[in-house]
């Protein structure tokens, strides 16, 4: 009898759980396709180590092991095709140790193949999965090798991932004349709402690329995602974009923090074991500062005070004292303003230490190019209302939000 009850509960505990959704990526849908898309051509691939199957088995081995794929190159963005190298580190040409493949960087001085690196490729495959964030540089690399295909004549084509923040979350405003950089290459918001391959295809026919040019390009779309989703939503495993992007959820933090990091006078769990989870200093009480972090009642987030030496980066060996975020309802916080808020608080807490004060030179460029212009440094070094911070920071979000709602959804 017991064996029954026991067996009738746990029957009922499982078939209570909710459904998990089985989202198919761009790879998974062309395999099933039978690589269709692919056949007869010379394919070069640029991916990284995101791009895999919900198998985790590398995009590099299902092309490389189809009989009818033909794959002859690969091409790496920042960290490299299977993750070996640390953020920032130029990478030169190698073989692949599994395929045997030569493997070309598409980061540091080459961040464009040229004619030699694409000679014995016919169609370029992108499988990257990306952060919605336009500072991070996997999307920069997909416009270079969009404008490649161009000059060289070769086809294009998107296999399409999930956006982990979702298709509706859009927050920053658009790129100024003079701030176009590598981590600020397209006329956009800092959070864009796109996936990579309805990004592609807005780039392409909004002639955003250098020189207006338009590619041959294709995208295979994803099964069963829809705009509301979050990556934690899509029931797909969550492979570490980076080093400091180890799970579904650091997308979030890492827009509501990584502009104040990259002043490199805070430090934001970069060094610690919560990348980009908090904002703390030296000379912050912690208590004093989570209560007025607190104060502006945030929606969806809820801040406590934290202390830490961080292992390395901003601060290392320091006692760094501040705040660590605390989301309480992804959907509807906003982010880029957190960092932006802290800089305030700690302004009004403890009006002797300016954060601008101690960057450097080039961390306050950096800073800017980043934000794609220098209206934030300017606001953020007098005194600032939290309407005008949220109106500088939605400068020409509903007009984008009109553009790509009308035409570029695939989803």
Request: charged residues 20%.
């Amino acid at each position: 009898m017991r064996s029954l009850i026991f067996l009738l509960f746990a029957a009922s505990i499982l078939f209570s759980q909710p459904d998990v959704v089985k989202v198919k990526t761009g790879i998974e849908v062309l395999r099933e396709n039978n690589f269709n898309l692919l056949e007869g051509k010379r394919i070069g691939l640029v991916t990284n180590p995101t791009g895999v199957d919900r198998n985790l088995k590398s995009t590099i081995d299902i092309l490389f092991e189809a009989d009818n794929v033909n794959l002859t190159a690969l091409y790496g963005p920042e960290h490299g095709v299977r993750g070996s190298h640390e953020a920032g580190e130029y990478i030169k040409f190698y073989t692949d140790a599994a395929t045997g493949l030569p493997v070309y960087s598409l980061y540091g001085k080459t961040r464009e193949p040229d004619s030699a690196m694409l000679a014995n490729v016919d169609a370029l495959v992108y499988d990257i999965q990306d952060i919605g964030c336009r500072s991070y540089t996997y999307i920069s690399t997909m416009g270079k090798i969009m404008e490649a295909a161009v000059k060289f004549g070769k086809e294009i084509i998107v296999l399409d991932r999930p956006n982990p923040l979702g298709g509706k979350r859009i927050e920053g405003s658009l790129v100024e004349d003079g701030y176009f950089s590598f981590v600020s290459q397209f006329k956009i918001p800092y959070v864009y709402g796109l996936t990579s391959g309805e990004l592609a295809i807005m780039l392409n026919n909004e002639k955003m690329l250098k020189n207006g040019v338009r590619c041959n390009l294709k995208v295979v779309r994803m099964e069963g995602w829809t705009r509301d989703m979050t990556f934690m939503d899509t029931g797909l495993p969550w492979v570490p974009t980076s080093p400091h992007v180890p799970h579904a959820t650091t997308p979030f933090y890492y827009v509501a923090t990584g502009i104040l990091g990259e002043l490199q006078v805070c430090n934001i769990g970069v060094g610690y074991t919560f990348p980009f989870e908090t904002m703390t200093a030296s000379w912050i009480d912690a208590a004093r500062l989570a209560e007025k972090m607190n104060s502006y009642e945030l929606e969806g987030v809820i801040f406590r005070p934290v202390t830490y030496k961080p292992y390395y980066s901003t601060g290392k060996g320091e006692y760094m004292k501040g705040v660590q975020i605390h989301f309480t309802d992804y959907n509807n916080a906003e982010l880029m303003p957190i960092q932006f808020l802290f800089v305030k608080a700690s302004a009004t807490l403890f009006p002797e230490k300016n954060i601008f004060d101690f960057a450097t030179e080039a961390r306050i460029k950096m800073f800017n190019k980043v934000i794609g212009s220098n209206k934030a440094e300017e606001l953020l070094s007098g005194k600032f209302t939290i309407n005008k911070l949220k109106k500088l920071l939605n400068e020409g979000v509903d007009e984008f939000r009109n553009l790509t709602s009308s035409k570029y959804f695939l989803y």
